[in-house]
């Protein structure tokens, strides 16, 4: 069992900053790959941003490359996401999730086996 918890989340004006943090307690976390996923109202749960095992492999959506960037930190069992230059199609309740099957870094949802509760980001125009 992997537990996750988000914080970070908030309301911004676009072109701001924020971090978000992903605590994870449980079974040994620094084996695990970790990503990032985020679900707008009335839309499906899409890929944010991924990181290998020990943080030497990242991937991000084509719709974040640039602006975000996913890091983490296995002496803390924390995983980040910077977001920069945000802009309001970035609203949405971003989810951090663990695949410990994988140490590698991995974009499909159903590859993820625990997921945290998820908090909202608005970003205002």
């Known amino acids: 069992q992997v537990q996750l918890v988000e914080s970070g989340g908030g309301l911004v004006q676009a072109g701001c900053s924020l971090r978000l943090s992903c605590a994870a307690s449980?079974?040994?976390?620094?084996?695990?790959?970790m990503g990032w996923f985020r679900q707008a109202p009335g839309k499906e749960r899409e890929f944010v941003a991924a990181?290998?095992?020990?943080?030497?492999?990242?991937t991000s959506a084509d719709s974040v490359k640039g602006r975000f960037t996913i890091s983490r930190d296995n002496a803390k069992n924390t995983v980040y996401l910077q977001m920069n230059s945000l802009k309001p199609e970035d609203t949405a309740v971003y989810y951090c999730?663990?695949?410990?099957?994988?140490?590698?870094?991995?974009?499909?949802?159903?590859?993820?086996?625990?997921w945290g509760q998820g908090t909202q980001v608005t970003v205002s125009s």
């Open positions: 990181i290998s095992w020990r943080g030497r492999t990242t």
């Open positions: 999730a663990a695949a410990p099957k994988y140490i590698t870094v991995v974009v499909t949802p159903s590859a993820y086996e625990y």
């Open positions: 449980g079974r040994t976390f620094s084996n695990c790959a």
